[in-house]
Antibody, heavy 117, light 109 residues
Framework: QVQLVESGGGVVQPGRSLRLSCAAS????????MHWVRQAPGKGLEWVAL????????YYAKSVKDRFTISRDDSKNTLYLQMNSLRSEDTAVYYC??????????WGQGTQVTVSS | QSVLTQPPSASGTPGQRVTISCSGS????????VYWYQQLPGTAPKLLIY???QRPSGVPDRFSGSKSGTAASLAIRGFRSEDEADYYC???????????FGSGTKVTV
């Protein structure tokens, strides 16, 4: 069955960087587009980024563009989110999701990122 | 605030029909597919409806989606206590060149 496991979250100071990973299994990863979606404490869902199945099409939310980079390594069945210049407002649970039709059908359990001095 | 407007809360009585609205514009709902997600407390979201009115396998037919113009809605027929959750609409926005989620609706008994 489809399984997505996020990792790499933690506590980081403002202005620093962090890289999240999402290990995928149970489906042909190289055939699937992938999303990152986040949820700040007590808030709603916010779409972050999308990478197409072949990596040629990438989209970002305005709030993270030029600071975050989504990428994938099909040889490792792993999705990444490189987060630079982190701000307090980036504090959230970050979910990866397998793209089906347009938006995620399957989601990981999430990884917590806290940006604080 | 989100470009998609949802009521912050809704309530239902067991067995009743509950409807949640999602209002947008021509750059999002008006020209693209709408999705609906359910999020139970402390868990990841679950896909309920894709492409306006399609249910993934395993989602009960008590849940249905519809779209008209720049608005969409999710209906829960025969409301149950286990349907207490947060519900989000989502859609591609042509002006933003990205996806957007509604602000969410908390549904309680």
């Amino acid at each position: 069955q489809v399984q997505l496991v996020e990792s790499g979250g933690g506590v980081v100071q403002p202005g620093r960087s962090l890289r999240l990973s999402c290990a995928a299994s149970g489906f042909i990863f190289s055939n699937s587009g992938m999303h990152w979606v986040r949820q700040a404490p007590g808030k709603g869902l916010e779409w972050v980024a999308l990478i197409s199945y072949d990596g040629t099409n990438i989209y970002y939310a305005k709030s993270v563009k030029d600071r975050f980079t989504i990428s994938r390594d099909d040889s490792k069945n792993t999705l990444y989110l490189q987060m630079n210049s982190l701000r307090s407002e980036d504090t959230a649970v970050y979910y990866c999701g397998k793209r089906e039709w347009e938006l995620p059908s399957y989601w990981g359990q999430g990884t917590q990122v806290t940006v604080s001095s | 605030q989100s470009v998609l407007t949802q009521p912050p809360s809704a309530s239902g009585t067991p067995g009743q029909r509950v409807t949640i609205s999602c209002s947008g514009s021509s750059s999002n709902i008006g020209g693209n597919y709408v999705y609906w997600y359910q999020q139970l407390p402390g868990t990841a979201p679950k896909l309920l409806i894709y492409r306006n009115n399609q249910r993934p396998s395993g989602v009960p037919d008590r849940f249905s989606g519809s779209k008209s113009g720049t608005a969409a809605s999710l209906a829960i027929r025969g409301f149950r206590s286990e349907d207490e959750a947060d519900y989000y609409c989502a859609v591609w926005d042509d002006s933003l060149s990205g996806y957007v989620f509604g602000s969410g609706t908390k549904v309680t008994v």
